[in-house]
C-alpha cells in the first residue's frame, strides 16, 4: 500500500525527512517501515506541493492521550528519499477536480489533502499511486 503525506519541509533537498506526531486520516494510521510515500511540501506553510517519494524507515503511532473521547491518531515517521519530483503537481493543479465520485486519481489527491486543508498522513489507491509516479 502507498502513503502520502502534506506537511512543512524544512529542508526539500534532504536526505531524510522526520514528521514527529502527524495527524493521519483516510487509512493513513496504517503506515508501516518499507511502505512507499510522497511528499508534499504544504502549501500553507510556504511549500510548492508534490516534492519527492520515499519509503518510510520507521513508523510509530503514538499512544492516545487519557480522557480525550474523539482524537485523531497520529503517527512519527522517518522517511528515506528516493527520488525527487520532476514536474509540480499542488493545490492548484488539483483544485478543478472536485467530482468526488469520478474515480479519478487528481479528484482523490484533491479531496484528501485540500478539501480539509490540515496537514496529514493518507492512505492512497494503487491508481493514485501510478498517478503521482508520472512525476519522477
Known amino acids: 500500500m502507498a502513503f ?3 506537511a512543512a519541509i524544512g529542508d526539500p533537498h534532504a536526505a531524510t525527512f522526520v514528521f514527529a506526531g502527524q495527524k493521519t486520516m483516510y487509512g493513513g494510521k496504517r503506515i508501516a517501515a518499507s511502505d512507499v510515500i510522497y511528499i508534499f511540501a ?8 508534490l516534492l519527492a517519494r ?38 492548484g493543479a488539483l483544485k478543478p477536480f472536485v467530482s468526488w465520485s469520478d474515480g479519478r486519481p487528481e ?8 478539501r480539509q486543508a490540515t496537514n ?16 519522477f
Do not use: C, M, W
Open 107 to 114: 479528484t482523490e489527491l484533491n479531496f484528501k489533502f485540500y
Open 42 to 49: 504544504s502549501e500553507n506553510e510556504a511549500g510548492q506541493g
Open 4 to 6: 502520502a503525506i502534506k
Open 54 to 91: 520515499g519509503v518510510v524507515a520507521s513508523a510509530e503511532p503514538l499512544p492516545r492521550r487519557p480522557g480525550v473521547e474523539r482524537q485523531t491518531p497520529r503517527v512519527s515517521i522517518a522517511v528515506e528519499r528516493t527520488a525527487l519530483a520532476r514536474r509540480a503537481l499542488g493545490r
Open 120 to 135: 496529514k498522513i493518507v492512505a492512497i489507491s494503487d491508481e493514485a499511486a501510478a498517478f503521482l509516479e508520472s512525476f
